[in-house]
């Protein structure tokens, strides 16, 4: 599975690194940055979990 970042939606509220912390980071003003752009299935319930709780809807998974 492949995940989406809008980093023009998202409003740096750090829900997804605390949620999937090998998959997301924040830039110096918390905007979010992906770590993989190919998420590894031993991350993958944790990067839809990130994707369901992110409040902006700045983040989108995109299955294979
Ligand atoms: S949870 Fe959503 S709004 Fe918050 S940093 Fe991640 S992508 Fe941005």
Known sequence: M???A???I???AGM???TAPAVFDQDDD???ELLV???PPGEADAARQAVALCPSGALRA???
Do not use: F, M, S, W
Request: with cysteine; glycine share 10%.
């Open 2 to 4: 492949k995940i989406a």
């Open 6 to 8: 809008d980093r023009e």
């Open 10 to 12: 998202c409003i740096g």
């Open 16 to 18: 997804c690194v605390l």
């Open 30 to 32: 918390g905007i979010v």
């Open 37 to 39: 752009e190919d998420v």
């Open 62 to 64: 995109l299955d294979d």
